[in-house]
Nanobody, 127 residues
Framework: QIHLVESGGGSVQPGGSLRLSCVASGNIANLSCMSWFRQSPEKEREGVAGINFRGSTIKYADSVRGRFTISQDYAKNMVFLQMNSLKPDDTAMYYC????????????????????WGQGTQVTVSS
């Protein structure tokens, strides 16, 4: 049983940056895949980035590759999403997610396989 708490969202202009944080109450050594999803009124929930235990496997959606970076601090039970060169299309509610006992393989971005979700943090990119 784990609990995820997210922070770092906000409003920025196009081209700006934000850093999202997620802290897990449980032992992340038992969590094979931690990821970030986003959802907006125009789109269904989609995977943004994922990272497995020790960071040996990292996944990105094509729409964010080269702009976003996912990382993890295992000592602090935290996962981060650095978002640079933000675009209006990045506007969404961003959720931290955990797939227990999985390896961030080809199914890393499948919402049905997520066991635990954070409460969400809003990111708004506009002039």
């Amino acid at each position: 049983q784990i609990h995820l708490v997210e922070s770092g969202g906000g409003s920025v202009q196009p081209g700006g940056s934000l850093r999202l944080s997620c802290v897990a109450s449980g032992n992340i050594a038992n969590l094979s895949c931690m990821s970030w999803f986003r959802q907006s009124p125009e789109k269904e929930r989609e995977g943004v980035a994922g990272i497995n235990f020790r960071g040996s496997t990292i996944k990105y959606a094509d729409s964010v590759r080269g702009r976003f970076t996912i990382s993890q601090d295992y000592a602090k039970n935290m996962v981060f999403l650095q978002m640079n060169s933000l675009k209006p299309d990045d506007t969404a509610m961003y959720y931290c997610a955990v797939a227990f006992g999985r390896s961030c393989g080809d199914d890393w971005n499948e919402p049905a396989l997520v066991n635990w979700w954070g409460q969400g943090t809003q990111v708004t990119v506009s002039s």
